[in-house]
């Protein structure tokens, strides 16, 4: 039982920290009166839980042919840096923008890796046609961007055998609900947080732990 409750923190633990980016990203939307329909938070919701769960099963596959020692490390250098550029987070996305000047109009390609960098750094910036609502194709570029730091924490997650399914299961529930709570925090407060600091700092313990 009690270690039936430490995998299934564990996995919510990874699941909360890289739904925190969907919490800081439903602030800026809320704060900027921007609407997010239930359509665009579900596009949202699956997308990220996907990238996240392929992440995770292509980790599952490549463990048996790591040798434990090798996987241990290179679980930790994933997390732990991950952690670390979350940390960082203003630091890392100031530094996007200012090499990544794009513009707005939407003559961007959902494929143009650009683009998705320059959401990341700056969620408010997939409102490509300014409507002051997210739609749906609007949605899948923020999606792409909030799904960046899943593929690395998912495949490292895997490494260190969190339980996939309680990941997967527990990322249905927070990348909506922190979403949409965010939106509903900021659209009442208008002002703007960052929790990317928090996650770093989850992710950290998280590859910490694994090495003790």
């Not at 009690?2 to 939307?29: C, M, P, Q, R």
């Not at 997010?36 to 042919?65: E, H, K, Q």
């Not at 513009?103 to 683009?115: D, G, M, P, Q, T």
């Amino acid at each position: 039982m009690y270690l039936t409750i430490l995998i299934l923190l564990e996995a919510a633990l990874v699941a909360s920290a890289l739904s925190l980016d969907a919490l800081t990203a439903g602030f800026a939307y809320g704060s900027n009166k921007t609407k997010i329909p239930l359509r665009s938070a579900l596009i949202i919701n699956l997308i990220c839980t996907g990238v996240t769960a392929f992440a995770l099963f292509t980790g599952i596959i490549l463990r048996p042919y790591l040798p434990t020692g090798l996987t241990v490390a290179l679980a930790f250098i994933v997390l732990f840096t991950i952690g670390v550029i979350k940390l960082l987070d203003s630091i890392t996305k100031s530094i996007i923008r200012k090499h990544n000047q794009i513009s707005r109009e939407f003559n961007a390609s959902l494929l143009n890796f650009k683009f998705v960098l320059n959401v990341y750094a700056d969620p408010e910036a997939a409102d490509i046609d300014s409507s002051k609502s997210l739609s749906s194709s609007e949605a899948v570029l923020l999606a792409l961007s909030l799904s960046l730091d899943g593929i690395a924490v998912g495949f490292g997650a895997a490494l260190v055998e969190v339980n996939a399914t309680a990941l997967i299961l527990w990322s249905l529930l927070t990348n909506v609900g922190f979403l949409m709570f965010g939106h509903h925090l900021g659209n009442r407060l208008s002002t703007k947080f960052n929790f990317s600091w928090l996650s770093g700092l989850v992710l950290i313990a998280l590859a910490t732990s694994k090495l003790l």
